[in-house]
């Protein structure tokens, strides 16, 4: 069938400056550039370019310009080019239309509607430089009660598990399998560094990475993939996935390309076989039965472990939390729906569930109001691109959010949104060893970390701005927030004031 799919992207190549040295070619794993040595000319099939712009970063005389195509087609104002582009690639598959990362949607970014407030002349600022600053964090259930030994000086509490991190951040969930090996050792690796924790999603952790064990969130999801006592006794935290921000109310999908002997070791799975997670977990169907589950992870895992449930936020979120909490999840982790995936039928990621500020919101108002927010922390996931997002959410409730576009942009993702293809041109999202190699995980780590602690100095400047000197007392205080541009209801579901009040 001749397809009439118009090419996304314009190649330019200025001949002026290419060499013929033939990295473009090499570094396209879509298969873009192609030498002619008859004519010792670079031609390329712009149909197969993606946009990822690896060539264009490699090209050693910047002889490249990869760009959006201009399309001649008459402007339409109620079908634009993805709608064009979307049919006409089912027209010619018939099949579901697959996407990687988050939802690219112009749904409203909260966080870009809410401003922060800064000390003037009472409560004078703090400045970070000079005096101690503390961004550390206890993820887990509070004690019901502290009581204190005037007599002995001591305070007794009986502590349920907690785990401390050193920053709010956490590396969210990024399987082995949808991300490379190097992808994910760096991940773990800075967790470690940073002090903080990588979740390993649903694809099973490999056996020679436990060393870090004190660094990660096992997930426990509804294929099992990886999931064995030693796995469950090797976290710090376990949690149940429930659900995923980018595509709520159905499973997961790893192509049988992408499970290579490594990826099905760790996943205790054929290799080459497709790994399919059902979309529900066959043994929830109510709150009682996720109360089952929590309590048979504690049990195995000895009472030592705060158990984390996961949910994409949708409506009635904060009930859906409220209902996790008296299960008895110390964790209550939120997905919004720009929360990122390595492949997601396209339609679900860009129609369903809603803005995780909304949802966080209503659900920290939700569990203060029924008196046990101090019964879990909340995390929140779902679009985090700077140290901003992270503090207004801080300030809305959260105890700490989890990243995962913003750490596969730090190891040099350039968000093309082709993870489902198993084709990275940037070795993070593929099991390609040609391609995978390209990642080294000692330089993703470190950019990971540099992100890290460039966000968590701007954090400190920020709260020193509001004379605050610990995180602690940001969270949840949402009278150092204010809406700018936005309804009243949306004002009233955030539970801050407008700016000028
Ligand atoms: S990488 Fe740049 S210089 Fe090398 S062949 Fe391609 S366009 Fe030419
Ligand atoms: S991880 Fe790779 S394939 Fe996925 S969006 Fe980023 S650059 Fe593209």
């Given at each position: 069938m001749l397809s009439t799919l118009l090419p996304e992207f314009k190649i330019e190549r200025d001949d002026s400056r290419?060499?013929?040295?033939k990295v473009c070619v090499r570094q396209c794993g879509f298969k873009t550039h192609r030498y002619d040595e008859e004519d010792d000319t670079i031609c390329s099939s712009e149909e197969n370019c993606v946009g990822c712009q690896r060539c264009a970063v490699m090209c050693p005389t910047n002889a490249l310009t990869i760009k959006p195509h201009d399309w001649g087609y008459r402007p339409n104002a109620n079908w634009s080019k993805d709608h064009f582009r979307e049919l006409h690639r089912q027209a010619e598959s018939g099949g579901v239309i697959l996407t990687g990362s988050g939802n690219d949607k112009p749904y409203r970014i909260y966080w870009d509607h809410i401003v922060l407030n800064a000390s003037q002349v009472t409560n004078p600022s703090i400045d970070p430089l000079r005096e101690p600053m503390e961004l550390r964090t206890y993820l887990g259930r509070k004690p019901e009660k502290v009581e204190y030994d005037p007599v002995n000086k001591k305070v007794y509490a009986d502590m349920p598990p907690q785990v401390m991190i050193e920053v709010p951040i956490i590396f969210s969930a990024l399987s082995y399998g949808a991300i490379s090996y190097n992808a994910w050792k760096a991940l773990l690796m800075a967790a470690k560094e940073a002090g903080t924790l990588c979740n390993t999603g649903e694809g099973g952790w490999p056996?020679?990475?436990?060393?870090?064990s004190n660094r990660v969130i096992a997930q426990c999801a509804?294929?099992?993939?990886?999931?064995d006592l030693d796995y469950l006794n090797s976290a710090s935290i376990v949690e149940i996935k429930i659900g995923q921000g980018a595509k709520p109310g159905i499973g997961g999908h790893l192509p049988g390309?992408?499970?290579?002997s490594d990826v099905s070791l760790t996943r205790m799975i054929p290799e080459g076989t497709d790994a399919l997670s059902p979309a529900?977990?066959?043994?929830?169907?109510s709150i009682e039965d996720l109360s089952m589950l929590i309590y048979a992870l504690k049990e195995a895992t000895h009472y030592e472990k705060p158990i984390s449930v996961k949910i994409a936020a949708v409506h009635n979120a904060a009930a859906i939390a409220s209902g996790m909490v008296r299960a008895g999840a110390d964790i209550i982790a939120i997905d919004g729906i720009r929360g990122g995936t390595g492949a997601a039928p396209k339609i679900i990621r860009d129609n369903v569930g809603i803005p995780v500020e909304l949802a966080l919101a209503s659900v920290d108002k939700r569990l203060r109001e029924e008196g046990i927010r101090n019964q879990a922390s909340i995390l929140v996931a779902g679009g985090f691109r700077n140290s901003g997002d992270i503090i207004k959410a801080i300030a809305l409730g959260a105890d700490a959010v989890n990243i995962k576009t913003a750490a596969l942009v730090a190891m040099g993702c350039t968000i093309c949104q082709k993870c489902y293809t198993g084709i990275c041109n940037w070795g993070i999202c593929t099991q390609d060893p040609y391609l995978s190699k390209r990642l080294n995980p000692e330089i993703a780590k470190r950019r990971l970390v540099n992100m890290i602690r460039g966000w968590s100095l701007e954090i400190k400047e920020m709260l020193g701005g509001m004379g605050?000197?610990?995180?602690e007392s940001l969270r949840g205080n949402r009278h150092h927030l204010r809406g700018v541009g936005l309804e009243q209801w949306e004002l009233d579901v955030l539970g801050i004031k407008g700016a000028g009040m």
């Open positions: 290419c060499i013929r040295c056996v020679e990475l436990r060393e870090y509804s294929g099992r993939f990886g999931v390309e992408k499970v290579s529900p977990q066959h043994d929830i169907y605050i000197n610990a995180i």
